[in-house]
């Protein structure tokens, strides 16, 4: 359960620690009861609750929402934790609940398990299929669920009848990932036209609320996945919800993980993967990456620095694919030029946005003519936006850690699909807006620029010796 010796000493009491947590919110709103204490309720399947991709759900649904809530209380029966989801050593699921909610906020009032008057809270979140939910009361409550390669959501009342088949945990992460937004969403106080409605959201081809049964029934669910050798540079709000989304998984591969920074307190409300000892410590986000990726046994090399540092000698190691999440002194301008295999990136706009990108050397666009610089549409502060209260008449800065998950389960989605001969073919360019509902999913393939030196250079030969060695070079020939 951590060390609670280390927190003490960092955070003596509650107040001292989302005085840090909260920091940016509390620059301009001193009053945060109106919606961090509302009592929350995370329901379970219970006909279910045994099952993986059920299992996934709960345990990111929970700990996204423990980062900004209060008071949460997980309704869920004291089940055996599915083994690809053993890796910290617990064997019952609610014990590993306990665990992630307390390592998020250990001043939280959190229950976990079979709790007596579960229908109190009128924020409900409701994981998987239930239909003997029926009342007046739970009119409002919110359902996710994941089939194949589809992240589902709907509200209570809507059809979601879909079957049941096996789902991918990208698609898992990214429904918890919408059911967090929407319990958010409705505690800040947005209205009901921009709260989420129904979501069928296709992590394969990023389809939209369309028929998804008939193109994508056959598609292959791999139960392991192989990384092969992997790039990750940046370990913020995306790149640490990716290593969270990854440990789910039953993995292969080696990595090498890049960060220059430590881990403080204002990054646990936005990272579903680091804890408050590792804030109370100031571990190096390397260090944590380390350690997590290490647990599902991949070879993990870290590098403590900057890209401006390093990016030159681990341009010239035979990586299979670089997720490129650090734009420190506009680094995705530099990427092209160091002649990289296929890179992945994901971000979160200055608003309630997120996008993803692909990015195959020679055949798709680059992110030097993708993502020149770092413009107003993705400034940081990571995975934050504007909360306007119509009834105080002021806005604020909070940070929504469900919008880096969203993003982070893209690109999780994406290091499955490499392996599939028709990956190229795939979009390779998505956003969506949560601000008002996510009505919408925009995908799109763009290709390579003629007029963009970064495209350009991708073709000398020497990419060849260099981003050419991975084992997705073929790609670039589609």
């Known amino acids: 359960m951590g060390n609670k010796l280390d927190l003490l000493r960092r955070w003596p009491d509650a107040g001292a620690f989302y005085a840090q947590r909260d920091h940016r919110t509390q620059l301009e709103v001193q009053e945060l009861r109106r919606y961090v204490h509302a009592p929350v309720e995370i329901h379970v399947c219970g006909e279910l609750a045994d099952d993986v991709t059920i299992q996934r759900m709960s345990l990111l649904a929970s700990n996204l929402t423990a980062r900004w809530s209060r008071n949460l209380r997980v309704v869920v029966p004291d089940v055996a934790l599915a083994s690809p989801l053993r890796i910290h050593g617990e064997h019952r699921l609610v014990e590993r609940l306990r665990r992630e909610l307390f390592e998020a906020n250990p001043f939280g009032a959190f229950s976990v398990g079979h709790l007596a ?31 194949g390669w589809t992240a589902l959501g709907w509200r209570s009342g809507q059809a979601s009848s879909r079957g049941r088949r096996p789902a991918t945990t990208p698609a898992a992460a990214l429904a918890a990932a919408i059911g967090a937004a929407d319990l958010f969403k409705r505690a800040i106080g947005h209205p009901p036209e921009d709260w989420l409605g129904r979501v069928a959201w296709s992590t394969w081809d990023h389809a939209f609320n369309s028929d998804l049964e008939s193109g994508q029934v056959n598609l292959a669910i791999p139960t392991a996945v192989d990384l092969g050798n992997l790039l990750i540079a940046g370990i913020g709000a995306v790149g640490s919800a990716l290593l969270y989304i990854l440990s789910l998984m039953q993995l292969q591969g080696t990595a090498t993980v890049l960060d220059n920074d430590h881990v403080d307190a204002t990054n646990l409300n936005r990272s579903p993967l680091f804890t408050a000892e590792d804030a109370a410590l100031a571990r190096r986000k390397t260090e944590v990456a380390q350690h997590i990726l290490e647990l599902v046994g991949i070879r993990t090399e870290a590098v403590y620095g900057a890209w401006h540092d390093h990016g030159e000698r681990l341009s010239r190691e035979p990586f299979d694919a670089w997720v490129s ?12 030029f160091q002649l ?21 050397p020679r055949v798709e666009d680059c992110t030097a003519c993708r993502l020149p610089q770092p413009h107003a549409e993705f400034r940081g502060p990571c995975a934050e936006a504007r ?9 604020y800065r909070a940070s929504l850690p469900f919008l880096s998950t969203a993003s982070a389960a893209l690109i999780a989605a994406e290091l499955l699909k490499l392996r599939s001969p028709s990956a190229s073919s795939l979009p390779n360019a998505v956003c969506a807006d949560f601000r008002n509902g996510l009505p919408a999913v925009i995908s799109r393939r763009l290709k390579a620029n003629p007029q963009c030196r970064g495209c350009q250079t991708l073709d000398y030969p020497l990419w060849v010796q260099r981003g050419g060695r991975g084992q997705y070079a073929n790609l670039s020939t589609a």
């Open 387 to 395: 909360i306007d209260l119509s009834a105080e008449r002021q806005a």
């Open 340 to 360: 990289p295999p296929v890179v992945l990136h994901g971000t979160t706009t200055s608003g309630w946005g997120i996008a993803f990108g692909r990015h195959i």
């Open 325 to 336: 999440l650090t734009n420190e002194h506009g680094a995705w301008a530099e990427v092209p």
């Open 117 to 147: 008057d579960p229908a109190s809270a009128s924020l409900r979140l409701r994981i998987g299929p239930q239909d003997n939910v029926q009342s007046r009361s739970h009119e409002c409550d919110y359902f996710v669920d994941a089939v």
